[in-house]
């Protein structure tokens, strides 16, 4: 059984950073290409940023140029620096393989306000 634990979130205000973590229980996580979605109150859940096994980064326009994504291997954990946060990244933050498998973790919540 997989599992996905989530963590970092917090509330920050507009400028500021966080940096998520996730750890992944599965065996063969280095086999997937990761990556962390977010999901706005009323909005679909969305890819924002995702890094193969050879760790090759892609990011949705959104977030590009402020987020970055990483993963420790060895530690079987994927990490999400957020920089230059917006009130519209205010969401829950999830991280799954991609693509996604049909469950998910307790996701970390990110709130951005003044």
């Known amino acids: 059984q997989v599992q996905l634990v989530e963590s970092g979130g917090g509330l920050v205000q507009p400028g500021g950073s966080l940096r998520l973590s996730c750890t992944i229980s599965?065996?063969?996580?280095?086999?997937?290409?990761m990556g962390w979605y977010r999901q706005a109150p009323g909005k679909e859940r969305e890819l924002v940023a995702h890094?193969?096994?050879?760790?090759?980064?892609s990011y949705s326009e959104s977030v590009k140029g402020r987020f970055t994504i990483s993963r420790d291997n060895a530690k079987k954990t994927v990490y999400l620096k957020m920089n230059s946060l917006k009130l519209e990244d205010t969401a829950v933050y999830y991280c799954?393989?991609?693509?996604?498998?049909?469950?998910w973790g307790q996701g970390t919540q990110v709130t951005v306000s003044s």
């Open positions: 599965a065996s063969r996580y280095m086999l997937y290409t």
């Open positions: 890094i193969t096994l050879a760790g090759f980064t």
């Open positions: 799954n393989k991609v693509p996604e498998w049909d469950f």
